[in-house]
């Protein structure tokens, strides 16, 4: 090492590395641009060893040169000596740790030159170690442009080697005193981590983390409902982000369930979560998982989050307008990076994660009044799909009743009035309200859901007078009635109640025998029928029969 005293001049001394000087930077040499002031000092032992570190020449300390240097210096040279000697030993203990681990180990300086490196990275690299030593490793090994050095952060970046053996490499940049000084390689075979990998993704497909619909499970007759199953089961061929609008209730998680299941991740995790239904707090721990004490509570051992457990599958983001605007920047570096931290940590992992966000917001209207990150709708709007309302696709209406009375194995059937009653009825809750429709019927245990049993909001909103709808429908059902005693007493014979309802069914008319008991009892009471003891049946009076002809 060359040592150069610089009086102010302007010579070229561009081929010198570093200049040392002490607290003269003024008459340094302006083509020298590498310069460590050490201020006004004496030059004893702690400058030299600054120098050294500064200038990464701390194996120079090593030397004779040195050591006599620092016996004719001081009296007490001891604390040099013991230093010196913790080196060497440390130096050997590390290097016969290197050797004992099952991985592959490399150190480099901060510019990738290798400094030391057990023989399983080695072998593993599908190299000599002698071609390894003092090799560059950017040699051997493709390193990421965007590697931060200042903040000590794990990379983690996959590797083949001639042999076409699948390996993981993770790259830790070491800081001391804020100052870049090398870097840290761990060397795993990818079989092992995908071993792991396989075990992890069992046990969460276990715990439910699965789609549970297909496309199958789509039923309609409608044709934009079919365009739109069309579209959905192309984008599932894709790994892009995916943004399901509609109204509350319209299917969206279905066709997000069928999308994962109708892709090639269908094999993996399918994950879900409600970001509009738990505060921020919770929803970054539960989306990113945290570290053992990472905040007050924070369980032992930390815990994994969403992106990790739905690594290589698919998460599914419901109400994705309810994310704060802080999580909503994570969530874009996540979708452009694909790697993320855990909260209370400093290690990056790689994530390869399809995500599915659904909202039943305009979000390009939240996006105008700043109530949602642009640049996070354009990452989410990759591939927009619509899902129709109910009312644009009545068709699918008594699609939908017939396969839920099925669902739940019960039989009853609607008065024309009725069906034409839910036919014009607007469903704003959709799918999701005719659901709860049909559960409010299977609870009423009617064969026969006239319109005076539907729901009083069903009923205002249709604007019918259900008194005079009653009166309409008693009468025609008297007339119906009066119409078929007046057939059979041609025969000679009696009408009962179980031959009413059963000539109603011929012609579409379904109604309980107690309700032809109510209407009996009326037309007895204005003089149109008579009943006989026994099993006789009801007769037309003289004035039923004269009301008929």
Known sequence: MNFFLFIKCENDYSFVSLAITPGEKEIVPKNITNVLDIGNRILDINTILEIASASDCEYLLETNRFITYFENISDNNTGIESLIAKKAVLKEEFNLLLQAIHIGIIVTDKNYKILNFNNKAAKFLGKSNYSLLHNNIINLIDIPQNINCNNSLAYNIPFINKNNEKFNISITPINRYKKHFSNFFIISKEKEKQTLQNKLRNEIIKKGHKAKYTFDDIITNSKSIIKTKNMAMKMANTNATILITGESGTGKE?????????????????????????????????????????????????????????????????????????????????????????????????????????????????????????????????????????????????????????????????????????????????????????????????????????????????????????????????????????????????????????????????????????????????????SSKGRGGSHLTEKGLNKMK
């Open 254 to 530: 279905l066709f997000a369930h069928s999308i994962h299941n109708h892709s090639n991740r269908r094999n993996q995790p399918f994950v879900a979560i409600n970001c509009g239904a738990i505060t921020d707090s919770l929803l970054e721990s539960e989306l990113f998982g945290y570290e053992e004490g990472a905040f007050t509570g924070a369980k032992k051992g930390g815990k994994i989050g969403l992106f990790e457990i739905a690594n290589n599958g698919t998460l599914f983001l419901d109400e994705i307008e309810g994310m704060s605007e802080n999580l909503q920047f994570k969530l874009l570096r996540v979708i452009q990076e694909k790697e993320i931290i855990k909260v209370g940590g400093d290690r990056i992992k790689k994530i390869d994660v399809r995500i599915i966000a659904v909202t039943n917001e305009n979000l390009s209207i939240l996006v105008q009044e700043k109530k949602f990150r642009k640049d996070l709708y354009y990452r989410l709007n990759t591939l927009p799909l619509t899902i129709p309302p109910l009312r644009e696709r009545k068709e699918d209406i008594r699609l939908i009743i017939d396969s839920l009375k099925k669902e739940a194995n019960v039989n009853f059937a609607f008065t024309n009035k009725t069906k034409d009653i839910l036919i014009n009825y607007d469903w704003p809750g959709n799918i999701r309200e005719l659901k709860n429709c049909m559960e409010y019927f299977f609870c009423l245990d009617e064969k026969i859901i006239e319109p005076q049993s539907l729901p009083a909001y069903i009923l205002e909103c249709s604007h019918i007078n259900l008194n005079e709808t009653i009166m309409e429908n008693t009468k025609s059902l008297k007339n119906q009635i009066l119409n078929i005693m007046y057939n059979f007493n041609f025969l000679g014979k009696g009408c009962g109640r179980k031959i009413i309802m059963n000539e109603l069914k011929k012609i579409n008319i379904f109604i309980t025998e107690a309700k032809i008991r109510t209407i009996f009892n009326e037309l007895k009471e204005e003089g149109y029928i008579i």
